[in-house]
């Protein structure tokens, strides 16, 4: 229901999008999210906006060079990403959840980012 594209082979410094198109069902009212995981280590959060397109949360490691948005209309969460570096190398997942549940039911498959140096 959730799938995650746009992710590739870039040069530390470029940029990429990630998105994430939902189908089966409109994630609406649903509060969405960006998560990655590098090699070898534990998935860790990115990046969380709201249904209404407020209520933006960034990863501390992140902010300031990573924008996440969405298209209600298009069903569509997006992820842009600057100034990519080395570390930012991870497959990337969106997720999505309802604001009453503690955790993400909701997960695309992911993208894989590898940023080279």
């Known amino acids: 229901q959730l799938q995650a594209s746009g992710g590739g082979l870039v040069q530390a410094g470029g940029s990429l999008r990630l998105s994430c198109a939902a189908s089966?069902?409109?994630?609406?009212?649903?509060?969405m999210a960006w998560f990655r995981q590098a090699p070898g280590k534990e998935r860790e959060f990115v990046a969380q906006i709201g249904w209404f397109g407020g209520d933006l949360y960034y990863a501390d490691s992140v902010k300031g060079r990573l924008t996440i948005s969405r298209d209600v209309a298009k069903n569509t969460l997006y992820l842009q990403i600057n100034s990519l570096k080395p570390e930012d190398t991870a497959v990337y997942y969106c997720a999505a959840k309802t604001e009453t549940r503690p955790t993400y039911d909701y997960w695309g498959q992911g993208t894989l980012v590898t940023v080279s140096s």
């Open positions: 089966g069902r409109t994630f609406r009212n649903y509060i």
